[in-house]
Antibody, heavy 119, light 109 residues
C-alpha cells in the first residue's frame, strides 16, 4: 500500500511561486511515476504533470513554462513549483502515483491540500 | 482532439443499473481509467484497463469500451455510489500526456 501526503503553504500571493511537497510512504517509490493533479473549487480535475523515478518529466502543455516537478529519492519525496500564480491557480492540489503503460492510471492519491492565491 | 467528454449529470434509481460514458479520440488508442470522488474527499480509482477493478472495489462496478467511447457501469447502484465520476486516459499530441474528462455527477434516487 502506498500513502501520499501533500505539504506546503495554503496561501500564496499573486505573481509569486507556489511550492508543494509530496511525501510517499511504502516500498514502491521506484515503481511508479509521480504526479500532481489539481481541482479548482467546484470544478473538475486537471493533470499538471508527472516525474519518473529517474527524473524524466512531462507536463500539461497548458501549464508548461510555469511548472517544475522534481524528485528527492533520498527522502521519498517529490515536489511541485508553479511560478507566476494568479487567482486561477487557486485549487486543491493532489499528489498521486501514476502507472504508465497500456493500463495507465492514478493508483493512489494524497488527501489534497487547498492552495489559495490571494494578496 | 485531446478532450474527453462526459455527461455532466446522470441519475439512477436505487438498485438499478447506470452507465456513465466518456468519449474521446484518445480512447481509440488508450484505455480509460475511472475515478470516484465524494464531496471533500480525494478521488479513488475504481476501474482501469477498460475493465479491471482494484482490490476493494465492489463487483457492481465494471468497465467496457468500444471505438472512441469508454463506459463505467454500476449494476445495482447503492446510495453510497452517489458521487462525481471522472474518466482519464493518455493522449498523444506532440509529447504524450494525460487528460481527464469533465466529470459526471451521479445521483442515486
Amino acid at each position: 500500500q502506498v500513502q501520499l501526503q501533500e505539504s506546503g503553504p495554503g496561501l500564496v500571493k499573486p505573481s509569486e511561486t507556489l511550492s508543494l511537497t509530496c511525501s510517499v510512504s511504502g516500498d514502491s517509490f521506484s515503481t511508479y511515476f509521480w504526479s500532481w493533479i489539481r481541482q479548482p473549487p467546484g470544478k473538475g480535475l486537471e493533470w499538471i504533470g508527472y516525474i519518473s523515478y529517474a527524473g524524466t518529466t512531462n507536463y500539461n502543455p497548458s501549464l508548461k513554462g510555469r511548472v517544475t516537478i522534481s524528485i528527492d529519492r533520498s527522502k521519498n519525496q517529490f515536489s511541485l513549483r508553479m511560478s507566476s500564480v494568479t487567482a486561477a491557480d487557486t485549487a486543491v492540489y493532489y499528489c498521486a502515483s501514476f502507472s504508465s503503460g497500456s493500463y495507465s492510471r492514478f493508483d493512489y492519491w494524497g488527501q489534497g491540500t487547498l492552495v489559495t492565491v490571494s494578496s | 482532439s485531446s478532450e474527453l467528454t462526459q455527461d455532466p449529470a446522470v441519475s439512477v434509481a436505487l438498485g438499478q443499473t447506470v452507465r456513465i460514458t466518456c468519449q474521446g479520440d484518445s480512447l481509440r488508442s488508450f484505455s480509460a481509467s475511472w475515478y470516484q470522488q465524494k464531496p471533500g474527499q480525494a478521488p479513488i480509482l475504481v476501474i482501469y484497463g477498460k475493465d479491471k477493478r482494484p482490490s476493494g472495489i465492489p463487483e457492481r462496478f465494471s468497465g467496457s469500451s468500444s471505438l472512441n467511447t469508454s463506459s463505467l457501469t454500476i449494476t445495482g447502484a447503492q446510495a453510497e455510489d452517489e458521487a462525481d465520476y471522472y474518466c482519464n486516459s493518455r493522449v498523444i499530441t506532440g509529447n504524450p500526456y494525460v487528460v481527464f474528462g469533465g466529470g459526471t455527477k451521479l445521483t442515486v434516487l
